[in-house]
Protein backbone atom coordinates (compact mmCIF):
# COMPACT_ATOMS: atom_id res chain seq x y z
CA UNK A 1 0.00 0.00 0.00
CA UNK A 2 3.29 2.22 0.31
CA UNK A 3 2.98 5.39 -1.79
CA UNK A 4 5.60 5.40 -4.11
CA UNK A 5 7.98 8.38 -4.96
CA UNK A 6 6.53 9.35 -8.20
CA UNK A 7 2.75 8.96 -6.93
CA UNK A 8 3.83 11.06 -3.68
CA UNK A 9 4.87 14.26 -5.97
CA UNK A 10 1.08 13.88 -7.60
CA UNK A 11 -0.49 13.96 -4.13
CA UNK A 12 -3.81 16.66 -4.65
CA UNK A 13 -5.93 18.49 -2.29
CA UNK A 14 -9.10 16.08 -2.01
CA UNK A 15 -7.58 13.25 -2.74
CA UNK A 16 -8.42 9.55 -0.98
CA UNK A 17 -5.45 7.11 0.01
CA UNK A 18 -6.05 3.28 -0.02
CA UNK A 19 -7.48 2.57 2.62
CA UNK A 20 -6.52 -0.13 5.15
CA UNK A 21 -9.48 -2.97 6.31
CA UNK A 22 -8.83 -4.55 9.53
CA UNK A 23 -9.98 -7.92 10.87
CA UNK A 24 -13.00 -7.63 13.66
CA UNK A 25 -11.41 -6.99 17.07
CA UNK A 26 -11.64 -10.17 18.41
CA UNK A 27 -11.06 -10.51 22.50
CA UNK A 28 -7.88 -12.51 21.94
CA UNK A 29 -6.54 -9.55 20.23
CA UNK A 30 -8.03 -7.50 23.27
CA UNK A 31 -5.97 -9.43 25.51
CA UNK A 32 -2.86 -9.33 23.61
CA UNK A 33 -2.76 -5.27 22.90
CA UNK A 34 -3.69 -4.48 27.23
CA UNK A 35 -0.38 -7.31 27.65
CA UNK A 36 1.66 -5.69 24.92
CA UNK A 37 0.78 -1.93 25.92
CA UNK A 38 0.16 -2.65 30.08
CA UNK A 39 -3.21 -1.24 29.39
CA UNK A 40 -4.93 -3.76 31.74
CA UNK A 41 -7.72 -1.99 32.30
CA UNK A 42 -10.39 -4.77 32.78
CA UNK A 43 -13.00 -2.82 31.53
CA UNK A 44 -11.36 -3.84 28.06
CA UNK A 45 -11.41 -7.45 28.89
CA UNK A 46 -13.44 -8.85 32.07
CA UNK A 47 -17.36 -8.83 30.43
CA UNK A 48 -18.43 -8.49 34.54
CA UNK A 49 -16.15 -5.82 34.75
CA UNK A 50 -17.59 -4.30 31.40
CA UNK A 51 -21.37 -4.83 32.35
CA UNK A 52 -20.98 -3.41 36.07
CA UNK A 53 -20.23 -0.03 34.62
CA UNK A 54 -23.47 -0.20 32.13
CA UNK A 55 -22.17 -1.41 29.18
CA UNK A 56 -22.94 -4.33 27.15
CA UNK A 57 -19.38 -6.08 26.55
CA UNK A 58 -16.61 -4.68 26.35
CA UNK A 59 -14.27 -2.51 24.28
CA UNK A 60 -11.75 -1.77 22.63
CA UNK A 61 -8.79 0.04 24.24
CA UNK A 62 -8.35 3.69 22.79
CA UNK A 63 -4.77 3.23 21.96
CA UNK A 64 -5.66 -0.20 19.69
CA UNK A 65 -7.24 2.34 17.21
CA UNK A 66 -4.31 4.51 17.10
CA UNK A 67 -1.96 1.72 16.88
CA UNK A 68 -3.75 0.95 13.38
CA UNK A 69 -3.96 4.29 12.18
CA UNK A 70 -0.52 4.44 12.70
CA UNK A 71 0.24 1.42 11.15
CA UNK A 72 -2.21 3.25 8.02
CA UNK A 73 0.33 6.16 7.94
CA UNK A 74 3.50 4.28 7.63
CA UNK A 75 2.42 1.76 5.62
CA UNK A 76 0.99 4.83 3.63
CA UNK A 77 4.48 6.77 3.57
CA UNK A 78 6.79 4.95 5.29
CA UNK A 79 8.23 6.47 8.67
CA UNK A 80 10.73 8.52 7.70
CA UNK A 81 8.31 10.70 5.60
CA UNK A 82 6.04 11.44 8.91
CA UNK A 83 6.80 15.00 10.47
CA UNK A 84 3.69 15.13 12.78
CA UNK A 85 0.72 13.10 13.49
CA UNK A 86 -2.23 14.28 16.25
CA UNK A 87 -5.78 12.00 17.09
CA UNK A 88 -8.65 12.12 19.30
CA UNK A 89 -10.78 9.69 20.12
CA UNK A 90 -14.11 10.43 19.59
CA UNK A 91 -16.39 6.59 20.34
CA UNK A 92 -15.47 3.66 21.66
CA UNK A 93 -15.05 0.58 19.24
CA UNK A 94 -16.55 -2.61 20.71
CA UNK A 95 -15.29 -5.67 20.38
CA UNK A 96 -16.31 -7.54 17.19
CA UNK A 97 -16.02 -4.63 14.81
CA UNK A 98 -14.30 -4.15 11.90
CA UNK A 99 -12.50 -1.08 12.00
CA UNK A 100 -11.43 0.62 8.24
CA UNK A 101 -8.38 2.95 8.07
CA UNK A 102 -8.98 6.27 5.90
CA UNK A 103 -7.21 9.30 4.54
CA UNK A 104 -7.45 12.13 3.01
CA UNK A 105 -5.13 15.08 1.71
CA UNK A 106 -6.44 18.38 2.99
CA UNK A 107 -3.49 20.59 1.79
CA UNK A 108 -0.23 20.41 -0.52
CA UNK A 109 2.60 22.74 0.48
CA UNK A 110 4.73 22.30 -2.64
CA UNK A 111 7.18 24.93 -1.55
CA UNK A 112 7.86 22.67 1.68
CA UNK A 113 7.32 19.19 -0.23
CA UNK A 114 4.90 18.53 1.96
CA UNK A 115 0.91 17.32 2.75
CA UNK A 116 -1.64 17.21 5.25
CA UNK A 117 -3.45 14.63 5.56
CA UNK A 118 -7.26 14.26 7.52
CA UNK A 119 -7.53 10.68 8.60
CA UNK A 120 -10.03 8.36 10.46
CA UNK A 121 -10.85 5.19 11.68
CA UNK A 122 -14.08 4.35 10.64
CA UNK A 123 -16.52 0.94 11.67
CA UNK A 124 -19.13 -0.93 9.49
CA UNK A 125 -21.23 0.94 10.62
CA UNK A 126 -20.38 4.09 9.68
CA UNK A 127 -19.08 5.18 13.65
CA UNK A 128 -16.04 7.08 13.51
CA UNK A 129 -14.01 6.16 16.86
CA UNK A 130 -10.33 8.32 15.95
CA UNK A 131 -9.91 10.99 13.62
CA UNK A 132 -6.33 12.54 13.10
CA UNK A 133 -4.08 14.56 11.02
CA UNK A 134 -0.97 14.37 9.99
CA UNK A 135 2.09 15.86 7.85
CA UNK A 136 4.02 13.94 5.91
CA UNK A 137 6.43 14.89 3.26
CA UNK A 138 6.20 14.48 -0.75
CA UNK A 139 9.32 14.04 -1.83
CA UNK A 140 12.55 11.95 -0.78
CA UNK A 141 14.82 13.55 1.76
CA UNK A 142 17.29 15.97 0.29
CA UNK A 143 20.87 14.74 -0.19
CA UNK A 144 21.33 17.92 -1.55
CA UNK A 145 24.35 20.11 1.10
CA UNK A 146 23.01 23.80 1.77
CA UNK A 147 25.62 26.53 0.16
CA UNK A 148 26.02 26.90 4.27
CA UNK A 149 27.14 23.74 5.48
CA UNK A 150 29.39 23.04 2.62
CA UNK A 151 32.11 25.55 3.85
Same mark, same amino acid.
Given at each position: ????? !??L?????? &???? %?????A? !???? *??? $??GA !??D????H?????A? !???????F +? &???????Y *???? *???? $?? &????? @??S #??F?S???VH +?V??? @?? @? #??A #??E =?????????A?TL =??????V?? &???? =???P? %????????A?
Open positions: MTITD !SRGALEIG &QTLP %SLELPI !SRTT *LAL $FA !SGHNPIIDLDNR !SAGLDDV +A &QGMLSMG *LGRY *LTEC $FG &QERLH @TW #VRTITP +APTC @TG @T #VT #VD =AAGTADVDLV =ADGTVTTG &QATV =ACRP %STETHPEES
